[in-house]
């Protein structure tokens, strides 16, 4: 009988499906029509009609984007309420849906109407008898799950809403992991709904233990805002930063799941635009860098004399030897530095140099001819413009983060901060490496980003100013030469820097509590005007210091008022896994939020010690969780085995096609498992963020000893896996 009951209901919910895919394929081919109607007023030939083009293209490619990202579950969930409030059932998907005679056939998740679907209990049904959510793949439903909120409404109704299926969330929670993070809007709880419908300004921190949903509500927030007010996230944009690349790939789909693509994904090794880092220094080299005692270190050294420069200049004119001294354009520089960003300041340069050359001029000759052919000669002259350039160069970050590397610099700029064992490290880190993506460690960026800031944009230049100049002339000749070629404000001058991608309308920190101070220095500038989520556990820190990233993350949300939302049910792991994990937190000491599991599976993790051969344990180990579980399994190890376990998995032929990027991960402990791995190998930092199906442990005793906060991670790695757990030692 409940098999017929279910058959039913999934069949009535498959002909109300089957409509609004139907009108969805209407929607999206209306959206074609006026993206090609934009493009014939394009072709009116002025300047309204380029507008219009504009503005019809615009809305059309953005609805057509959201209607093809909401095809998979385009429907979830159905209310069903006191027939005095509404006697029509009220269907909530990933997108708002009209039909022909513009009657609301599907209601945005993320609008008013929609919120009772996360917000009614039985305690407080708000009108709702029954709540529903259908479980489909592709356009097919194949399983409804209901829940009865108000049994009282539905006796004295008599209303016919049979009840089918376990629950919802419990159902979700049971699903095999794959390699991607999935959206929750079909079991967002009422405390996670409360943060994803906070309001937007000022700063919303999210906090909560392990497995309650943190990320996944932040990223459903992100959704709800840009759906509240979309003119002003959409136009100042929305920055999501995370922990790492593998954590940005996993979390890459909710979003535009969820209908929405206009935010940018970035991992703390890609915030500076156009630089992209994938790897970590060892903790030691980590808490130099992260430190924000480097912020002085490189202030610094922004102001420095580039290594290598001419120290001073001697030149005959007419009747006068002219010389630039080294203690005269010393007190140049400091004057420049005193009034401005060092690239700033380039436009000046050539002209302060004439102005101290011009007073040396005494002789009749070179006084009767004037200024004005002074300076025209001098900028004639190969040797002066080449000594103006070589003095005062355009300067990128790169250029000075390259100073650094010798010792004498660095122990000049570091004098009184740091200690010249803090100084051999970042000596040793930086030893064999040039300065382009690959060799960057991620705790490298906020240092070209805090260098950026130091030396300034170059001024830009007007382009009409560019073209009276040298209408005619070759520019891609010029500026093999814009190094050389300066002038009193009338030529060509060097290539812009820009600090162009700040600042956003809102940011979202996951994992914060792993910021150091450097890092929270470079998010911040991107988010001075800007409204933040902010989602953490301190527990779960890698950074040893908590009171100096607790200060900086202040100075980055100065005066923003702060609106706290703490999660406290555990959804990943089961009760049996999360007991562990949280034992172990209790014994080692660690001050961790301890979240209620909800699920229990009766399997408890294992524990293998004293292992004789690692390698054939660990095998057996993956092997047992492998076939057990049907999604994803993670082989968690200390940094210094990566590689290592990495060729143990690619000779094990019976993963072979579980796992076909362990070889290249052996062979660059730099490179990501591809989308396609279901085994793979990650570090603890590494798993930040992420969960698996089954957690395979090696030498947790090793992990614990990796840093000052080993226990920390080891903590957070005792919390990924959903499923299975086990420990080898």
Do not use: C
Request: aromatic share 6%; hydrophobic share 40%.
């Amino acid at each position: 009988m409940n098999d017929e009951l279910a058959e039913r209901e999934i069949a009535s919910e498959q002909e109300f499906v089957d409509r609004v895919y139907l009108q969805l394929s209407e929607s999206a081919r209306a959206a074609q029509e006026l993206a090609d109607e934009g493009r014939d007023r394009g072709r009116l030939g002025h300047e309204g009609g380029l507008v219009e083009r504009d503005a019809f293209a615009f809305q059309a490619a953005r609805r057509i984007a959201q209607l093809d990202a909401a095809h998979e579950g385009l429907i979830f969930g159905r209310l069903d309420l006191d027939p005095d409030v509404d006697d029509k059932p009220r269907y909530v998907g990933r997108i708002g849906l009209r039909d022909a005679e513009r009657d609301s056939l599907l209601i945005d998740w993320r609008a008013p109407a929609a919120a009772v679907f996360y917000q009614a209990t039985a305690v407080e049904p708000r009108s709702v008898i029954r709540r529903r959510v259908l479980r489909s793949v592709g356009k097919s439903v194949i399983g409804v799950e209901d829940e009865l909120l108000d049994a009282e409404t539905l006796e004295r109704t008599g209303a016919d809403l049979p009840i089918v299926g376990e629950g919802a969330l419990m159902a979700q929670l049971s699903r095999a992991r794959d390699r991607t993070m999935h959206s929750i809007v079909a079991t967002i709880q009422a405390e996670q709904d409360k943060a994803i419908r906070a309001p937007g300004k000022g700063v919303t921190a999210i906090s909560g233990g392990p497995g309650v949903g943190k990320t996944v509500v932040a990223l459903h927030r992100a959704a709800y805002l840009l759906y509240t007010e979309r003119r002003r996230y959409e136009s100042g944009g929305v920055l999501i930063v995370g922990p790492s690349g593998v954590f940005m790939r996993y979390i890459e789909r909710v979003l535009p799941s969820l209908g929405e693509t206009a935010v940018a994904l970035r991992s703390l090794g890609e915030v500076v635009d156009g630089v992209r880092a994938t790897w970590h220094n060892d903790s030691a080299v980590a808490d130099v860098k992260g430190s924000s005692r480097m912020a002085e270190v490189l202030r610094r050294a922004a102001r420095q004399q580039a290594p290598g420069s001419p120290r001073e200049f001697k030149v005959f004119y007419r009747d006068d030897s002219l010389r630039l001294e080294p203690k005269r354009l010393g007190e140049l520089r400091r004057q420049l530095m005193s009034q401005g960003r060092r690239n700033q300041q380039l436009r000046r340069v050539p002209q302060l140099l004439l102005d101290m050359l011009w007073r040396q001029v005494r002789g009749d000759r070179g006084r009767e001819r004037g200024r004005e052919v002074f300076d025209d000669e001098m900028l004639d002259n190969p040797a002066f413009l080449e000594f103006a350039a070589e003095w005062w160069p355009p300067l990128g970050a790169r250029d000075v983060l390259g100073w650094l590397r010798e010792a004498d610099f660095l122990a000049r700029v570091s004098e009184g901060i740091l200690t010249y064992d803090e100084q051999q490290l970042l000596l040793k880190s930086w030893s064999g490496r040039g300065l382009s993506d690959a060799d960057l460690a991620i705790e490298d960026i906020p240092l070209l980003d805090e260098l950026r800031y130091a030396i300034g944009d170059v001024a830009e230049q007007a382009a009409d100013e560019r073209d009276a100049d040298h209408s005619g002339i070759d520019i891609a000749e010029l500026m093999t030469a814009s190094d050389r070629e300066f002038s009193s404000g009338r030529g060509w001058r060097p290539p812009t820097y820009r600090i162009d991608d700040d600042p956003f309308a809102h940011i979202l920190i996951d994992e914060a509590q792993d910021l150091t101070p450097m890092q929270w220095r470079m998010v911040g500038r991107r988010g001075r005007t800007a409204s933040w989520t902010i989602v953490g556990d301190p527990a779960q820190s890698s950074w040893p210091v908590a009171e100096e990233a607790e200060a900086a993350r202040a100075e980055a949300l100065k005066g923003k008022p702060v609106h706290s939302f703490h999660l406290s049910t555990n959804y990943r792991n089961s009760a049996e896994i999360y007991a562990f994990a949280a034992a172990y937190a209790e014994r080692v000491g660690l001050d961790a939020d301890l979240p209620t599991a909800v699920r229990s599976t009766g399997v408890e993790p294992q524990v293998i010690e004293h292992s004789v051969d690692l390698e054939k344990t660990t095998r057996e180990a993956v092997g047992d969780i492998a076939a057990q579980v049907g999604g994803t399994v993670g082989i968690v190890v200390p940094v210094a085995r990566r590689s290592e376990v990495n060729s143990w998995l690619a000779s094990w032929t019976e993963f072979a096609t579980d796992a076909p990027s362990a070889a290249a991960s052996a062979a660059d402990p730099t490179s990501v498992p591809s989308g396609e791995d279901r085994i793979v190998v990650l570090t603890g930092l590494d798993t930040k963020g992420l969960e698996f199906d089954g957690i395979i442990v090696v030498s947790p005793d090793e992990i614990e000893r990796e840093s000052a906060t080993g226990r920390a991670t080891l903590y957070v790695v005792l919390t990924r896996a959903t499923q299975l757990l086990t420990t080898v030692s």
